[in-house]
């Protein structure tokens, strides 16, 4: 039963349950009763036979009792003869016709159809014979001698081809003198006679037949009395009866067939049967109905509980479980599928609360926020309604951090929290905070103007510092702000773009930015431009040019600041500007760092030919928070042989101050391992001057921003002198760069500044360029030198 079937009858059957249990039932209900209609149909063939057979037997009796009560009345009329004055008188006379007589006036009186006086040596002297049968008596002879030997046989015998039954007398005078031999023929009447008695058919059955076998002569069937001589079960004229065959005479075939119709016997058994066939049919559909009803009873709560599971699963918690009223196993089910459904929906809300709030403030997270700025394009879509997303980024948060530990920084995401609720936001407005330290509002119905004073309401706001727990935190932050729907209409879009516009804010240390394309070629680019970069790598598209420095005081050619190309086969050179913020973006300038760095230390003995004493290149921000850099750096020197005094890293303020612990970390171990460290664009940064003490730096390289106008304007030429003798006091070393002109060389030289680097002397060439500017240079100083002699 376990072998999986595969018809479409039986997958119906295992589909539906309810259709099983109706089965099962109906079909259990069948067997029994099959089986008691076999036991009762047996029974009753047993005992219809057994009662056949009875009958029969019966009949039998009955025949012979027949038969025996009219030899009886023979005897007594023989006996009578026997003890007649006349006949005997006649007898001792030998008057044979007196003796034929008395024979024929005593047998006709007692029915005996024949009459005989036969003598002691068995001679028949009379007869009385009534049909005419007595031709044969040699017949009557052996009957005679027979009857004298044993007189109370029952002697049938064949006379004229019909049967007889013959009694004998004998006649004493005193002794036996002869006998008087009488038999009545067993006829219709009698037959008759049977079957009034016995309701049996009787068949008279003699020899004679074709072939030698027996042929019917008398029977009180009405027809096809041949077939009741065939066997013991037979068929007549149609009906089934059962026989029995006596036999007639010891030395003959002849017999009678005593017959009984089957049928009515089992006639009423029959009638039992049908009824037995009602009852059966009635239990059936009694309890076919009553099998679907409880089968219903089971399995429609089943199946609701199947939907209601269905439901569970397509996250549907809403609609309550039925049947949870029963008292019985289904109801408990129903319940416990009930406090699942319960349990789950609460878990559910649990896990929505979770996947759209943010813990730590309360606020909407990025997803709920981002399904808000979906949410306010599509009502846009109808009504046309603008709408501006504005994103802020803490500056410096992670220093918090790391210096006041994590549960400060908690305190003060939650005081910024505060702060930007307050003053930031109206009814409507949304406040999420996104990542660790990234804010954003979506306010309905705002232009970039009133996102702009929002956000200047809120770095107002900033400008009071925090007070947490004693003490007292200053806090910033960059502002980006994008609208819809005119810087994009898609909520990815305008997040990037806001995005875009709070990292250039920051860059630029502007407080708040709208987005604008010129700061962001598209987000969409940032993408292809970084798989074109990858590929620029790949393919060997960088050029490193490379920039001298002079010693000022001398004019000897000191060094060169490596600066990277791109040589790009369609737009042709591409300035850095415009690829390094994007590798900035995506972290892919670090493979830019150590490519630009393996090419300068490459190329470190063409230098060095030249009488260098250094190379430049420059680090971003991600370099410095890349803790394996140094080792890369080391790897690139040993590959080439060369040593770390020969190299000068560049850093630009601000990526020290993004998170200065892990920067002063790696610069630590840069300057350990010998390389010269410089700041990049001193001037432009607002750290603090206590930082720089700190740093292990060894050269300040002044920002061509006060440099290029020196000449012209007296306040960046005191700017240039301050950050001269602040960087002598501090021992560095101190380099101008965007040195234009003679003037502002002759300037720098007058405030004893040690190198000088810019389109005066040079502007960035390739390495293979640099022997013949040194060639011009060294010209150039012979005739300023010998000018100045003359
Ligand atoms: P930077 O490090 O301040 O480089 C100096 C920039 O000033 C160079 O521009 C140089 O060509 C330009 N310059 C030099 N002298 C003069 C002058 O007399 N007048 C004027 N107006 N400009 C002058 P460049 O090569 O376009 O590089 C721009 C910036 O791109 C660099 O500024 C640097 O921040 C970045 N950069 C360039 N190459 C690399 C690199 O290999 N790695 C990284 N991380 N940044 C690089
Ligand atoms: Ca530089
Ligand atoms: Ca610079």
């Known amino acids: 039963m376990q072998m999986p079937l595969r018809l479409p009858f039986s997958s119906f059957f295992a589909r539906r349950l309810s259709t099983r249990i109706v089965a099962l039932f109906?079909?259990?209900?069948?067997?029994?009763?099959?089986?008691g209609f076999g036991v009762i149909s047996a029974t009753i063939e047993g005992s219809a036979r057994g009662t056949l057979a009875r009958e029969l037997e019966i009949g039998e009796r009955v025949w012979r009792r027949l038969l025996e009560q009219k030899a009886d009345a023979l005897v007594l009329g023989a006996t009578v003869l026997a003890a007649d004055y006349g006949f005997r008188a006649a007898l001792s006379t030998g008057d044979v016709d007196t003796l034929d007589s008395v024979l024929d006036n005593h047998s006709a009186r007692i029915g005996a159809e024949i009459g005989a006086w036969v003598d002691t040596g068995f001679v028949v002297r009379a007869v009385h014979d009534d049909g005419g049968a007595m031709a044969d008596t040699a017949v009557m002879q052996r009957v005679a001698a027979e009857l004298a030997r044993q007189p109370r046989a029952s002697q049938v015998a064949l006379l004229g081809g019909r049967p007889f039954r013959f009694v004998a007398v004998p006649v004493r005078a005193p002794l036996v003198i002869g006998w008087v031999v009488m038999g009545f023929p067993i006829d219709r009447a009698l037959l008759d006679d049977m079957r009034d008695l016995s309701?049996?058919?009787?068949?008279?059955?003699?020899?004679?037949?074709?072939?030698?076998?027996?042929?019917?002569?008398?029977?009180?069937?009405?027809?096809?009395?041949?077939?009741?001589?065939?066997?013991?079960?037979?068929?007549?004229?149609?009906?089934?009866?059962?026989?029995?065959?006596?036999?007639?005479?010891?030395?003959?075939?002849?017999?009678?067939v005593l017959l009984r119709p089957v049928d009515t016997v089992v006639a009423p058994f029959r009638r039992l049967q049908w009824a037995l066939l009602a009852i059966t049919?009635?239990?059936?559909?009694?309890?076919?109905?009553?099998?679907?009803?409880?089968?219903?009873?089971?399995?429609?709560?089943?199946?609701?509980?199947?939907?209601?599971?269905?439901?569970?699963?397509?996250?549907?918690?809403?609609?309550?479980?039925q049947h949870t009223d029963r008292a019985d196993e289904i109801g408990g089910l129903a319940q416990a599928f009930d406090k699942m459904r319960v349990d789950i929906a609460a878990h559910a809300a649990?896990?929505?609360?979770?996947?759209?709030?943010?813990?730590?403030?309360?606020?909407?997270?990025?997803?709920?926020?981002?399904?808000a700025v979906r949410e306010a394009i599509e009502a846009g879509a109808h009504n046309g309604g603008r709408f501006a997303v504005v994103m802020l980024d803490l500056n410096r948060f992670k220093h918090v951090n790391d210096v006041l530990g994590y549960r400060f920084g908690d305190l003060l995401l939650q005081g910024v929290t505060r702060r930007i609720t307050q003053h930031?936001?109206?009814?409507?407005?949304?406040?999420?905070?996104?990542?660790?330290?990234?804010?954003?509002?979506?306010?309905?119905?705002?232009?970039?103007?009133?996102?702009?004073?929002?956000?200047?309401?809120?770095?107002?706001?900033f400008e009071r510092p925090l007070l947490l727990e004693d003490q007292t935190v200053d806090i910033s932050a960059g502002f980006g702000i994008a609208c819809h729907p005119e810087h994009g209409t898609d909520a990815d879009v305008l997040l990037s773009r806001a995005e875009v516009a709070t990292y250039t804010a920051k860059r630029r240390t502007a407080s708040a930015l709208v987005y604008d394309p010129a700061i962001d070629v598209g987000s969409a680019q940032t993408l292809s431009l970084l798989s074109e970069l990858r590929r620029a790598l790949e393919q060997g598209e960088l050029r490193m040019f490379l920039q001298p420095k002079v010693a000022i005081a001398s004019g000897r050619l000191i060094g060169a600041e490596a600066l990277v190309r791109w040589q790009?086969?369609?737009?042709?050179?591409?300035?850095?500007?415009?690829?390094?913020?994007?590798?900035?973006?995506?972290?892919?300038?670090?493979?830019?760092?150590?490519?630009?760095?393996?090419?300068?230390?490459?190329?470190?003995?063409?230098l060095a030919a030249l009488g260098m004493e250094r190379v430049s290149v420059n680090l971003s921000a991600r370099d410095l928070m890349d803790s394996e850099l140094p080792a890369r750096l080391d790897g690139i020197l040993a590959r080439h042989g060369a040593s770390a005094a020969n190299f000068c890293l560049e850093i630009t303020e601000s990526a020290?101050?993004?998170?200065?612990?892990?920067?002063?970390?790696?610069?630590?171990?840069?300057?350990?391992?010998?390389?010269?460290?410089?700041?990049?664009?001193?001037?432009?940064?607002?750290?603090?001057?206590?930082?720089?003490?700190?740093?292990?730096?060894?050269?300040?390289?002044?920002?061509?921003?006060?440099?290029?106008?020196?000449?012209?304007?007296?306040e960046d030429a005191k700017i240039v002198r301050l950050v001269v003798d602040l960087a002598h006091n501090l021992n560095l070393n101190v380099v101008a760069e965007g040195v234009e002109n003679a003037?502002?060389?002759?300037?720098?030289?007058?405030?004893?500044?040690?190198?000088?680097?810019?389109?005066?002397?040079?502007?960035?060439?390739?390495?293979?360029?640099?022997?013949?500017?040194?060639?011009?240079?060294?010209?150039?100083?012979?005739?300023?030198?010998?000018?100045a002699l003359h």
């Not at 109906?26 to 089986?35: C, F, K, N, S, T």
């Not at 009814?427 to 200047?456: I, K, M, Q, Y």
Request: aromatic fraction near 6%; hydrophobic fraction near 50%.
């Open 26 to 35: 109906l079909g259990l209900l069948l067997l029994v009763q099959a089986a």
């Open 199 to 256: 309701r049996l058919h009787v068949v008279l059955a003699l020899p004679g037949g074709p072939g030698g076998g027996l042929q019917p002569a008398l029977s009180t069937l009405q027809a096809d009395a041949g077939a009741a001589l065939t066997g013991e079960r037979v068929r007549v004229a149609g009906d089934a009866m059962v026989a029995r065959h006596v036999a007639l005479a010891a030395d003959s075939d002849a017999r009678v």
């Open 281 to 321: 049919l009635l239990a059936v559909a009694v309890f076919g109905v009553v099998s679907v009803f409880m089968a219903r009873q089971i399995t429609t709560p089943l199946r609701s509980l199947v939907s209601a599971s269905a439901q569970l699963g397509r996250g549907d918690y809403s609609q309550p479980l």
């Open 350 to 371: 649990e896990v929505r609360q979770l996947a759209y709030w943010d813990r730590l403030t309360g606020l909407p997270n990025r997803a709920q926020f981002r399904a």
């Open 424 to 461: 930031g936001v109206r009814d409507g407005d949304l406040v999420a905070r996104l990542s660790g330290d990234e804010f954003a509002l979506l306010l309905p119905g705002a232009d970039a103007a009133t996102a702009l004073a929002v956000a200047e309401r809120i770095a107002a706001s």
């Open 568 to 606: 790009h086969p369609e737009r042709g050179l591409v300035p850095p500007m415009q690829f390094i913020p994007y590798a900035e973006q995506t972290g892919f300038v670090r493979q830019l760092t150590l490519w630009v760095f393996e090419a300068a230390v490459r190329d470190w003995p063409q």
């Open 656 to 714: 020290v101050m993004d998170e200065p612990q892990r920067a002063l970390a790696t610069l630590n171990a840069l300057s350990a391992r010998g390389f010269k460290l410089s700041i990049d664009d001193f001037g432009t940064g607002y750290s603090s001057l206590a930082y720089l003490k700190d740093l292990p730096v060894d050269e300040l390289k002044i920002d061509m921003s006060f440099v290029k106008g020196m000449d012209r304007s007296a």
């Open 743 to 787: 003037a502002i060389l002759a300037q720098l030289r007058a405030l004893d500044c040690d190198e000088a680097q810019g389109y005066h002397m040079s502007k960035p060439v390739p390495v293979a360029e640099l022997a013949a500017f040194a060639a011009r240079w060294q010209q150039r100083r012979s005739e300023a030198a010998s000018v």
